[in-house]
């Protein structure tokens, strides 16, 4: 966008020169007097520069950087099990076949089903239901269909099933972070993070750099260099807590209504016999008076992933530590990944968030 104006502006008027981003101020609490500017880190003799070279080479660095930006990409990693998992069992290898061509199918399925309902709310005159179209638009199919088939694993995980509420937060938030992090790879934040990082790996070996600046400056003057594409400490939009429902409701409907599984899977059955029912199902509880609409998988589901025994776990990418050193924080909603967006503080909702962050004055979280 920057871009875009810069250059409708220089055709009206040529000489145009934009003013620079004046430099912050060092941060002056007394909680880190002393440790901002390089006069008094020269002055103070037991500030010592600790480098990596006896640990790793700049090459290694920029290895684990791009494995690092090529995980979060994909927003999620699997995580083997420190379990002994026996793979050479027959019946677990059976199983593991079963389960692959399940999610196979699923995946088919729910990519058909997801069409179908953009084409549905197409049709709709209606506009309460057409406003889900454009939420159905943000990703791929396939990626609809892989975070619906994460969905399945995790109720089917847990025996007594999961809240509904609780289920399509969890989807909606899903769907937003993929969105995130795909719309910064479509405005390029991942080549700006990328040529800015391979400079700040440097940092890391250059004991003079680390004299002259704390981490927080040197990212933000090497940032400041870099005054092409997308402004990358600006502030991230997030979804309502009612859109984040809606979306992931929307998902969770067609979820329960195109999973089935055979309820002669587990046995030795032919496929004139076969029949297919809900692997899901709806059903209420009461808790506190209340009535909870609840998520329950069906017994062969369970009973299949524990046979499966596959010994992996799927982690969101911002619960799991960087294998290269995070990006400092220059702001509350940037720092520490590289694309995926990270919590400088946990809150219930973003109204809360708000609250906190409108007792802080700028100045202090100013570096």
């Not at 969890?170 to 719309?183: A, E, P, Y």
């Not at 940037?334 to 219930?348: C, D, H, I, P, V």
Request: aromatic share 8%; hydrophobic share 40%; proline share 4%.
């Amino acid at each position: 966008d920057r871009e875009c104006i810069m250059k409708s502006v220089l055709a009206v008027e040529p000489d145009f020169i934009p003013n620079s981003v004046p430099i912050k101020s060092p941060c002056d609490l007394s909680l880190v007097d002393g440790l901002y500017g390089i006069e008094k880190r020269m002055a103070d003799e037991s500030f010592s520069a600790s480098t990596m070279s006896d640990i790793l080479t700049v090459e290694d660095l920029n290895e684990r950087f791009d494995r690092q930006l090529r995980m979060e990409r994909k927003d999620t990693v699997i995580v083997k099990s420190i379990d002994d998992v026996d793979d050479t069992c027959e019946k677990t290898l059976h199983r593991r076949h079963i389960w692959s061509s399940l999610k196979t199918t699923w995946h088919n399925q729910l990519c058909q089903a997801i069409d179908d309902k953009r084409r549905d709310l197409i049709g709709l005159k209606t506009y309460e239901h057409n406003n889900d179209y454009p939420f159905l638009c943000l990703l791929d199919t396939a990626e609809y269909a892989e975070i619906m088939i994460q969905a399945i694993m995790k109720i089917a995980l847990s025996n007594f099933g999961e809240p509904i509420t609780l289920l399509a937060v969890d989807i909606g938030n899903r769907v937003f972070r993929k969105f995130l992090i795909k719309d910064k790879i479509m405005n390029s934040v991942d080549e700006k993070v990328s040529s800015i990082y391979r400079d700040y790996i440097n940092y890391f070996f250059d004991g003079d750099l680390q004299r002259r600046y704390m981490h927080r400056e040197y990212w933000l003057h090497l940032e400041k260099s870099f005054d092409w594409g997308p402004t990358l400490s600006a502030e991230e939009k997030e979804w309502p807590n009612m859109t984040l429902v809606r979306m992931g409701s929307l998902l969770l409907n067609i979820i329960v209504t195109e999973v089935r599984i055979d309820n002669a899977l587990l046995k030795n059955s032919t496929l004139s016999n076969q029949q297919l029912i809900p692997a899901l199902y709806h059903m209420y509880n009461y808790q506190s008076q209340k009535i909870i609409g609840v998520i329950k998988p069906h017994p062969l589901l369970v009973q299949l992933l524990k046979e499966v025994n596959e010994g992996e776990f799927i982690f969101d990418i911002s619960l799991l530590p960087t294998v290269v050193p995070p990006v400092p924080w220059c702001g509350v909603t940037y720092g520490g990944n590289l694309l995926a967006q990270t919590k400088l503080m946990r809150y219930e909702n973003n109204r809360q968030r708000l609250l906190l962050e409108m007792k802080l004055e700028t100045s202090v979280l100013d570096p």
